[in-house]
Antibody, heavy 120, light 107 residues
């Protein structure tokens, strides 16, 4: 069974940092691009960014709202995806989901999400 | 950036109804369009990709159509488990963008 499990969420002060993890199982993690998507309380879905696979040099893309503050990385040996979030703002408060990108370039599997709250 | 709009913002329907949600892109995205279902407190679920292809395991009561800038999601014979918020998303260019969502609730 394909499974994605996020962890690492919590309460952090504005200006602080947090690292989220996404543990993957049930598929060949190293083959896939992986994305982060977030959802602020009561709001819609917002794409955060993408990391490609080794064959594509682990290159990344980011939303303008997080570029320069957030970094996506992965460890294929641990079947894990990461989101390093620095200089956090109150508007970064959201549930963060990891999502698998299929060979058709769409999202075909989502994690259950982890809540990040940025507040003093 | 490509902008995505959805209509209606919300709709009320009865069990057994057929509903259609529309999604419009601000520029041509060919068929790089996906639909997701989200229930309160839950992660999104992928329903349709490439505008009209069903994800594995998704019942055929869901169907998608369209290309270019105009798309639609149709659900036939609504059941209680179908009441949710539905989002479209373009994945042709970065940044990937979701529509604002359409909430389908019980009349």
């Amino acid at each position: 069974e394909v499974q994605l499990v996020e962890s690492g969420g919590g309460l952090v002060q504005p200006g602080g940092s947090l690292r989220l993890s996404c543990a993957a199982s049930g598929f060949t993690f190293s083959d896939h691009y992986m994305d982060w998507v977030r959802q602020a309380p009561g709001k819609g879905l917002e794409w955060v960014g993408r990391i490609r696979n080794k064959a594509n040099s682990y290159s990344t893309e980011y939303a303008a709202s997080v570029k320069g503050r957030f970094t996506i990385s992965r460890d294929d040996s641990k079947n894990s995806l990461y989101l390093q979030m620095n200089s956090l703002k109150t508007e970064d408060t959201a549930v963060y989901y990891c999502a698998r990108v299929s060979r058709s370039s769409d999202f075909d599997c989502w994690g259950q999400g982890t809540l990040v709250t940025v507040s003093s | 950036d490509i902008q995505m709009t959805q209509s209606p913002f919300s709709l009320s329907a009865s069990v057994g109804d057929r509903v259609t949600i529309t999604c419009r892109a601000s520029q041509d995205i060919s068929t790089y369009l996906a639909w997701f279902q989200q229930k309160p407190g839950k992660a999104p679920k992928s329903l349709i990709y490439a505008a009209s292809s069903l994800q594995s395991g998704v019942p055929s009561k869901f169907s998608g159509s369209g290309s270019g800038t105009d798309f639609s999601l149709t659900i036939i014979s609504l059941q209680p488990e179908d009441f949710a918020t539905y989002y479209c998303q373009q994945y042709k260019t970065y940044p990937l963008v979701f529509g604002p969502g359409t909430k389908v609730d019980i009349k």
